[in-house]
Nanobody, 113 residues
């Protein structure tokens, strides 16, 4: 089970940290990450972290977002800085395990003045 938290309303240029609590999975054994979906658009990749710790980012996230995980806390994070109105979306965390992808329920991030 994956549960996101930390979303909300933030002004342009602000920061947010999303958390994804993940039960029953040892995080450093599976790939995990974040997607987002804006109204009227397809779900798009944001960032991921491989079991060995290698991180990947979309072009829009690179340099502004940082993905990390804490195996002891069974949690994954997405630190977002310099947020822009175009970052407004529902953000979903995922984990890939045994050829299957599990998703969280999504959490809203709204960037607006």
């Amino acid at each position: 089970r994956l549960v996101e938290s930390g979303g909300g309303l933030v002004q342009p240029g602000g920061s947010l940290r999303l958390s994804c609590a993940i039960d029953g999975i040892t995080l450093d054994k599976f790939a995990a990450g974040w997607f987002r979906q804006a109204p009227g658009k397809q779900r798009e990749f944001v960032a991921s972290i491989a079991p060995i710790g290698t991180t990947y980012y979309s072009d829009s996230a690179k340099g502004r977002f940082t993905i990390s995980r804490d195996n002891a806390k069974k949690a994954m994070y997405l630190q977002m800085t310099n947020l822009k109105p175009g970052d407004t979306a529902l953000y979903y965390c995922f984990v890939d395990k045994s050829g299957s992808r599990s998703w969280g329920q999504g959490i809203q991030v709204t960037v607006s003045s």
